[in-house]
């Protein structure tokens, strides 16, 4: 009997930023049950304002109630040189764009995630962007206009 999924998911995609890039892919869609397969068993996943999650449905649900729907536009994943013995930094930064709960479309929403891939499989993901400070400027709690 051959069991047909990778051991890790380096064992199909060749580098950690490719490893990022296909994690997201899937979780943007979202299809976190896909996306668990590029994970570690003891991932640690620290949201916009310090929420700790430790799996990627818990990203799809938060992402569920914060946006009607929402997808990221990748402008470059970039990987940071110098990472320990089987482990590689990898960012990615762009922008999102979808709908907030009520259906108003945005776009241009900056991004910033960090992983830490070790071994072939994700085992950080820190996610920051601006979606908070749109919400309060949509409130009237903002002030100036958010990026």
């Given at each position: 009997?051959?069991?047909?999924?990778?051991?890790?998911?380096?064992?199909?995609?060749?580098?950690?930023?490719?490893?990022?890039?296909?994690?997201?892919?899937?979780?943007?869609?979202?299809?976190?049950?896909?996306?668990?397969?590029?994970?570690?068993?003891?991932?640690?996943?620290?949201?916009?304002?310090?929420?700790?999650?430790?799996d990627p449905a818990e990203c799809?649900?938060?992402?569920?109630?914060?946006?009607?729907?929402?997808?990221?536009?990748?402008?470059?994943?970039?990987?940071?040189?110098?990472?320990?013995?089987?482990?590689?930094?990898?960012?990615?930064?762009?922008?999102?764009?979808?709908?907030?709960?009520?259906?108003?479309?945005?776009?241009?929403?900056?991004?910033?995630?960090?992983?830490?891939?070790?071994?072939?499989?994700?085992?950080?993901m820190d996610v920051w962007n601006?979606?908070?400070?749109?919400?309060?400027?949509?409130?009237?709690?903002?002030g100036e206009q958010a990026p």
């Amino acid at each position: 009997m051959t069991d047909a999924s990778p051991a890790s998911a380096s064992d199909t995609w060749e580098t950690p930023a490719q490893i990022v890039d296909e994690y997201l892919r899937l979780l943007m869609i979202p299809d976190p049950a896909a996306a668990r397969r590029f994970v570690a068993p003891d991932l640690r996943i620290r949201f916009t304002g310090g929420r700790a999650m430790r799996d990627p449905a818990e990203c799809a649900a938060f992402n569920a109630g914060r946006y009607a729907w929402v997808k990221k536009r990748i402008e470059r994943t970039e990987t940071v040189e110098g990472g320990g013995p089987g482990m590689t930094i990898v960012y990615s930064l762009g922008t999102l764009y979808g709908a907030w709960p009520d259906g108003a479309a945005f776009e241009g929403n900056r991004y910033v995630d960090r992983y830490v891939v070790r071994d072939g499989l994700i085992t950080e993901m820190d996610v920051w962007n601006d979606s908070a400070e749109r919400l309060l400027v949509r409130a009237g709690l903002g002030g100036e206009q958010a990026p």
